[in-house]
């Protein structure tokens, strides 16, 4: 991938961690600009209240043969993010990616609580930051995206559409923000696809965040020890697996094949011949239907 993307500007919309991450640095790789946004700096914390800063990413995506640039910005607040494109339009005068990852719920929502017994507080404040935070992004970055024809916009999510259309998803709230996502790609499709670009929602599949690997007790460099606990787990993939569908797709000269669809990181990797880090190509959503979803034995051979 390396230098397919010299000369195109990305913004990655949370990119403090987890699949932002991964996304941006993989764009970097690519020889793209990119301008990380999130929360969590090196002097001011979110109240995820993580390590990890939007300095950093940038410099990953640097690091990986881009330009990262780091721009603290909460995707709340309308001005905040209207002052980011401003910026990026002023500093290039074009945007041809727009990734919005924005999340920030991971503490958020209940496993299994009904809506009746859920936070309304905390269900609420997922909705917004999950959903509101991708409208207010796209309103203020698409008509900079839609200058120069060909441009890219990845919502990001949990789950295809098919696989979350069949499939309670953990709580009403967070079954409805991830279900929100997908539409969106489906509506801006039918919105920037008749004015040159195109819009895709885009799940990974079982990632190994910096979250989940805290979680697990486990880090990346032997992330296979949490396997006697959660057999499953061996069908994980890294951040950097959807970042590679992402550049994959922000280069194809032929990505509005693609236009208002659902697509997943194991998807594009048989599409585009990409791998992950280890060289594998984790196809999740097909193993959780075909394999943990019917309670077969954890049995990853086939699937990576």
Same mark, same amino acid.
């Given at each position: ?7 195109k500007?990305a913004?990655?919309a ?7 991450r991964?996304?941006?640095v993989e ?17 001011r914390r979110s109240?995820?209240?993580r ?8 410099e990953?995506?640097t #690091?990986?043969?881009?330009l990262?640039?780091a721009?603290p910005t ?19 005068g074009?945007l ?9 719920? $991971?503490h958020?929502f209940? @496993?299994?609580?009904p809506v @009746?017994?859920?936070?309304l507080?905390k269900?609420?404040?997922?909705l917004r930051?999950?959903v509101?935070?991708?409208?207010i992004?796209?309103?203020h970055?698409? !008509? ?8 890219l916009?990845v ?15 953990? &709580?009403f *709230?967070?079954?409805?923000a991830k279900?929100?996502?997908?539409r ?7 919105e920037?696809g ?11 599949g079982w990632?190994?965040?910096e979250?989940?690997?805290?979680h *697990?007790?486990?880090q $990346?460099? +032997?992330?296979?020890?949490?396997? #006697?606990?959660?057999p499953? *787990?061996?069908?994980?993939?890294? !951040? *950097?697996y ?13 990505? &509005?094949?693609? +236009?208002?669809?659902?697509? &997943? ?7 585009y011949?990409f791998?992950?880090v ?6 999740? @959503?097909r193993?959780?239907? #075909? ?7 954890a049995?990853t051979?086939?699937?990576?």
């Amino acid at each position: 991938m390396s230098a397919q993307l010299d000369g195109k500007v990305a913004l990655v919309a949370g990119a403090t961690r987890g699949a932002g991450r991964g996304i941006a640095v993989e764009l970097g790789a690519a020889g793209a600009t990119v301008y990380v946004t999130g929360r969590t700096t090196r002097t001011r914390r979110s109240e995820y209240d993580r390590p990890e800063t939007i300095e950093r990413t940038a410099e990953l995506v640097t #690091e990986a043969g881009g330009l990262g640039i780091a721009v603290p910005t909460d995707h709340l607040d309308p001005a905040q993010v209207a002052a980011l494109v401003d910026r990026i339009a002023a500093e290039h005068g074009r945007l041809d990616v727009l990734v919005n990852d924005i999340w920030g719920g $991971e503490h958020l929502f209940a @496993w299994d609580k009904p809506v @009746w017994e859920h936070d309304l507080d905390k269900g609420l404040r997922l909705l917004r930051l999950a959903v509101e935070t991708h409208a207010i992004t796209s309103h203020h970055a698409l !008509p900079l995206l839609l200058r120069h024809e060909g441009g890219l916009v990845v919502e990001v999510t949990d789950g295809t559409a098919e696989y979350n259309r069949n499939t309670y998803r953990v &709580s009403f *709230f967070y079954d409805l923000a991830k279900a929100s996502v997908l539409r969106m790609a489906f509506a801006l499709g039918h919105e920037v696809g008749p004015r040159g670009a195109t819009a895709v929602a885009l799940t990974p599949g079982w990632l190994r965040s910096e979250i989940m690997l805290d979680h *697990f007790g486990v880090q $990346e460099e +032997n992330w296979r020890d949490a396997l #006697e606990r959660v057999p499953h *787990f061996g069908i994980s993939e890294t !951040p *950097f697996y959807v970042g590679r569908a992402v550049a994959a797709l922000a280069a194809d000269p032929r990505v &509005s094949r693609w +236009n208002g669809r659902s697509l &997943s990181s194991g998807g594009l990797a048989q599409e585009y011949g990409f791998t992950d880090v280890d060289g594998s190509r984790p196809d999740a @959503w097909r193993y959780l239907t #075909e394999v943990q979803d019917p309670g077969r034995p954890a049995d990853t051979a086939g699937y990576r």
